[in-house]
């Protein structure tokens, strides 16, 4: 089951970056995501940065610096709120990325807040071509489970560390 | 979202235990869940104990604990599979935990194990009561995703434990 997996990988990993790159890996080889990323708001600069991406190329990760509200990704993070684009190619969107001269026709695009219950940490996004039959719906809530797993997890390892920092 | 606010639950709370029944109570405030309890398997005795529970009894607890394989809570454990008991009453199962007689007519029963990929840790189990077109097959998937998300703070948490030992 992919949340089992997915538990495991954010658990075993040696660090969070590396437990983000398999998360991505797991999303590639079982269900077919061959672009996605994931990215957290960085304070300092006020900006959505990449932290670990599967399918993209370092231009592209460079490239894909949003302000919040800024871009589909600024939005999701902005309005807390998730997003699905189909057909990729017959809309203006995701210019930024250049990746809509890169994905396969027919691949939609799906963003999910990282977030709990009071605050906001970044964006989750997934390039998918969906199947015939495969539910759209089902798709965007199971990207949403994987985003708490990955918020719980960030937060618990913070909150470790700070308590690491505080003792030492 | 039930799920946004029991990951906060999971993140914020002082311990462990507390964040068990802060998440317990959220099931009871957002999804009236009158009965529930978390087992987790001990490995000394070889069995599976209540961790936290709400709405059961000091006796009812202290009766709650069982071998692998044993009762309804033992065979979810052995077998890592979920399961749903409709209307308590007309079977005779639970009996050791003494419930039967006391929730309402038509409460079902669901348990999950406690699981990552490749270790199963405990169960879940809740006593609720399904209202009129409400999805069991949802409400299972639901607490499935919610031992996920108890199974990876657990491990983290035990994780950054034994780092702080070994440096200590």
Redesign the interface.
């Known amino acids: 089951?992919l949340?089992?997996?997915i538990?495991?990988a954010?658990?075993k990993a040696p660090s969070f970056e590396s437990a983000l790159n398999e998360v991505l890996k797991i999303l590639y080889s079982y269900w077919d995501v061959r672009h996605s990323f994931i990215s957290f708001f960085d304070p300092e600069s006020q900006t959505l940065k990449i932290v670990s991406a599967f399918g993209l190329t370092k231009e592209q990760i460079r490239r894909a610096i949003f302000k919040k509200g800024e871009g589909m990704v600024g939005k999701v993070f902005k309005n807390e709120l998730p997003v699905l684009l189909q057909d990729l190619e017959e809309k203006g969107y995701l210019n930024k990325l250049g990746l809509k001269d890169v994905v396969e026709r027919g691949t939609s695009f799906l963003a999910v807040p990282l977030?709990?219950?009071?605050q906001v940490l970044g964006v989750f996004g997934v390039f998918k071509k969906f199947k015939e039959g495969e539910s759209k719906e089902k798709a965007l809530e199971l990207l949403?489970?994987l985003g708490?797993?990955i918020?719980?997890?960030y937060?618990?390892?913070k909150?470790?560390s700070q308590e690491?920092a505080f003792w030492e």
Chains 1, 2 share one sequence.
Do not use: C, P, W
Not at 115 to 118: I, M, V
């Open positions: 089951m949340t089992s997996k538990g495991e954010l658990v977030k709990t219950a009071d949403q489970t708490t797993f918020s719980i997890t937060l618990i390892n909150k470790h690491r």
